[in-house]
Structure formats: structure tokens, C-alpha cells
């Protein structure tokens, strides 16, 4: 779900930009890093073919067809920098040439796509790749879409997109079912590709890092489910915090909150390095 | 033959075509900045907006209706939680979707439509925008057409030989898959038998002109103007 402008409010987009603007650089450098001189037009090719994938409709079930979204397919095949990367370059294209996407809500596309869809792909690929890899590609699939729907989702309520209850949950439902459906068609992809050259995807990372893995999806899958519920129920929050949206104007929610992500960040930083030192001990 | 119509007006030699890429950028955002934070209620600005367009637009020479047909791609979208609000019973607030993302939409196109890719993607560099990502940018742009008619071709001949099941589609994107490795591979061979050395040379940044300035100037008189006064 591309967001076009006009649909978020202006604390929502110059938030989502001033945050995506420099994860988008610490991804470049990231992807330049771990890029030999000959991926470079691997990557803007493999940017071409996820857009020329998206036409090919796989029949599911009668009268319906899906297509493939492939932020996943491009993690298991180019790791996460570059996936990200390419989708970042795809959603750039997008805004500016086929009006799928607005300029000022980049920022937020790429927020929900580029990075919190690619790292719920790569997050859930990760944990489960060494048990079992379809189920780890079913789910970096599906997972990647979901989380990409639900903040999006999460943002127009927030902006103020009213929403009745019927209208949320059918379209939580519709997120549901194109989830499931980017799960398998992503494994089917995937299985194909390998049939033809089990060299271009490449295997999970050792299993040493699960906890990470799994600690790192469980704080993503937090942040989406608690956006959602902050959205549909700013009620809840308000009340939990003692004072109403009107008493506060928002740079001073908006430092509320980050500041909020900075501890908890600093706190799960902490408890990795206890844990860390114990077990080198 | 996929040939884009952007492309083809982007090579036009109006006075809008001339400008600084930088200078067009910094309109367009100035411009969506400005009607992004516009009341629902102001409608007479809306309408000045898009008179601001439209003047923009036979500036510099290009088929209105077509841009407005182009940018038309949002409304399905637009029009779909334009209804939701109106059924919520805020009317003014569901216009003033509805228009902000079409004038949003017509925005951005008068920028493409007037600026080569090399233009934008090299202004979004000046204003230090990773050179990786402007690169992929570029190669994406350079193969989106090339591939996606592989695509279609090969979905013909799939559907040709008869009814189209998941496995097939499976395949096909694998196919696919294995082509464009194969593609890149021989990009990267010949960008090598040019005398590619592992990095591109950036360009020498050109300081804006006086020209660029007035348009800038006009744009953002325009837009403040309007937003101010209405």
C-alpha cells in the first residue's frame, strides 16, 4: 500500500522522513560496503525485475490472482542492505514516474517497506532458516508484508483517516489473506529460482544469533501491534499518561516518544551486553 | 513497444525545460510543503493551485489533459478513503483528499515531465543523496522496460500453450529471475570493456543561474502567496 500525498498529517510525514532519511544512508553505506564493483548492476537490474515480476499473476483459487511483492524475495537473494536499498530506489521511482506513492510521504513508504519490511523479512529468515527454510521464507514473506500494511495503516489513522470499525477489520483481514499469499508465493519463487541455481540465494546465517534474531522480530512485531492499538485508541494512551492530546503540542509528543525508544533501546542494549559477558565468562 | 510519454516530453526545450534540475526540485517541494498544510476549508486555494499548474504546465509546452489523465492514477486510491470520510460525515475534509493528491500527483509529474532522469537523479546527488542509491536509481530506470517486456512476452507465450496455474507463474518468475542474473552479468562485462574502474566520475556542480533564481523566487511567491491570501 502505496501512500499518496495529502493522506498524513504534516507531524506524521516530516517524522517519518527526518527518521527513514538517515537509515537510508547507513543502508547505502552498508550495501557499498558489502558490494563487489559487479553488483552494482545487479542490484538495479534485480530493482528491474521485482517490478516486472509484479505482472506475472499466480492463480489462487477461483477467479482471484495475486502477484509477487518481493521485498522478501529480495532479502534471501541480496541480504538485507541491498534489498533495501533496491526497494528504496523502486519506491523513489514509483513517486516521482508512476504517481504510486507521494513525494512528501517517501519518507513513510520507505519507512514501511524499505526498512520495517525488510527487516521483519530478514529478521524472520534468520530465526527459522535453520530449521526449517520454507517455513522461514513462508514467513520473511508474509511477515514483511504484514508489518508494511498494519504501519501503514497505523499512520493514516493517526493522520486522522477516520475509520470505522467494519472498515478496520476487513481491511485487516485483506492484509491478512495478501500476506499469506506473498508467504507462498515468495516460497514458490524462491523454489523455482534454486531449481535453476542453487547459488543465487543464499543460506541463512549460522544459527549463533537466534536470540538476537528472535529478540529483534519480537520488538518489531511491538512496535507494529502498538502503533496499531495506539492509532485505533489514542484514548487509552491519553488517559494512561493523565493528560489530553490538546495540553501537549506535537515536537513535544514526538521527543515523548522517541525518547521513550531511547530507553528502551539503551535497556535492551544493556541487557544484551550483560548477557554477552555472562556467557563469554 | 513500452515507450513512456514522460520521456518523450522530458526532452522538450520550453523555458521550464531549461531550468536548473535543483531549482525545479526545490519548487516542487516548496510547492507540495505549502498545499500539504492547507486547510480543507480553504477551497479557493485549491483552485489557485491548480490555475498554478496549469500555467506551469503551457509554460512549458506540455498536453494538460494528458498530465491530469497521468496523475488521475491516484484517485482510485484517493477516491476509495475520500468515500470512507464522507460516509463519516466530513465532506469538505474528504474534497480536500481527493485534491491534495491530485494536485500532489500533477506536481511531481510537471517535474519529471520537464526534467530528464539524469537531471533529478544528479540534483538529488548535489544535495548529497547516496551516490549507491542514485546509481541503483538509474539501472533500475535504464532496465524496468527492458524487463518487464521479457516478462510480458514470456506471459504470452504461457498463456498461449494454456491455462495458467500457480507452478507455472512459479516458474516463470524464476525464469525471469535467472534471465536478469544473466543480464547483469553482461552489463557489468561491458560497462568493463568501456573502461569501467570500479566507481562512476561525479559531475562538476554547476552554480545556479540568475534565471533559475527568478523561477525559484516566482515559485515560491506563488505558493506562499496563495497560501497566505486564501
Known sequence: ????????????????????APAVAWTARRAQRDTQDHRIPLLGVMGAFVFAAQMVNFPVGPGTSGHLVGGALLTVVLGPAAASLVLTAILVLQALIFQDGGVLALGANIFNMALAGVAAAYLSYRL?????????????????????????????????????AGVLWASLGLFLISALMEGAITVAAVRAIERLNPAWVGGPQPASSRTVAG??????????????????????????TGQGVDSTTWPQRTMGGLAGIAMIFALCYLAGKLKSRRRSA | MHHLVIDRW?????????????????????FLIVLSTTRPAAQAAFAAYAVLLIITASRARLPILGLAGRAALVLPFSATFALLTWWSGDSLRALALAEKSFLSGMAALLLVATTPLTGWTAALESWHVPRMLILVIQFVYRYLFVIAEQAQRMRWAALCRGRGSFGLAAGLVGVLFARSWQRADGIYHAMLARGFRGRFVPAVPVPLGASDALFLSACLAGCLGIRILL
Open chain 1, 1 to 20: 500500500m502505496h501512500i499518496p500525498d495529502g493522506f498524513l498529517s504534516t507531524p506524521v510525514w516530516a517524522t517519518l522522513d527526518v527518521i527513514s
Open chain 1, 128 to 164: 527459522w532458516g535453520q530449521a526449517s527454510r520454507s517455513t522461514a521464507i513462508f514467513a520473511a514473506g508474509a511477515l514483511s508484508v504484514m508489518t508494511s500494511a498494519c504501519l501503514a495503516l497505523g499512520q493514516l489513522l493517526i493522520s486522522g483517516v477516520p475509520m470505522t
Open chain 1, 215 to 240: 529478540v529483534g522480530l519480537a520488538a518489531l512485531i511491538l512496535v507494529v501491534v502498538g502503533t496499531l492499538l495506539a492509532s485505533i485508541a489514542p484514548d487509552g494512551i491519553q488517559r494512561l
Open chain 2, 10 to 30: 522530458s526532452r522538450g526545450s520550453s523555458s521550464l525545460h531549461q531550468r536548473d534540475p535543483r531549482a525545479k526540485l526545490a519548487a516542487l517541494l516548496t
